[in-house]
Nanobody, 122 residues
């Protein structure tokens, strides 16, 4: 059974930073493409960042480019999202996603975590 468990969310002031983690189990993590999505209240889920199985390729939404960094540690079966210069519009539930194999970084994805809340105050 595949499990993706996010952590690291919280309340932060605008301009601050947070680091999200997603611990994976039950899948071939080193052979999986991983990503972060987010969903704000009343809005559709949107792609934030994706990373290839090796970490050699990454892609970001224009809204977070230059502020967020996705990375992974295959030895720890964990993917990270470092978020800097946070803005109130970054407030959302952040979800980790994964799919086995070499797939487009923006998806689609097969496996999803429950999400972690990020709230940025102005």
């Amino acid at each position: 059974q595949v499990q993706l468990v996010e952590s690291g969310g919280g309340l932060v002031q605008a301009g601050g930073s947070l680091r999200l983690s997603c611990a994976a189990s039950g899948l071939d993590f080193g052979g999986s493409t991983m990503a972060w999505f987010r969903q704000a209240p009343g809005k559709e889920r949107e792609f934030v960042a994706g990373i290839s199985w090796s970490g050699g390729s990454t892609i970001y939404a224009d809204s977070v480019k230059g502020r967020f960094t996705i990375s992974r540690d295959n030895a720890k079966n964990t993917v990270y999202l470092q978020m800097n210069s946070l803005k109130p519009e970054d407030t959302a539930v952040y979800l980790c996603a994964g799919r086995i194999g070499l797939v487009p970084l923006k998806g689609p994805y097969d496996y999803w975590g429950q999400g972690t809340q990020v709230t940025v105050s102005s």
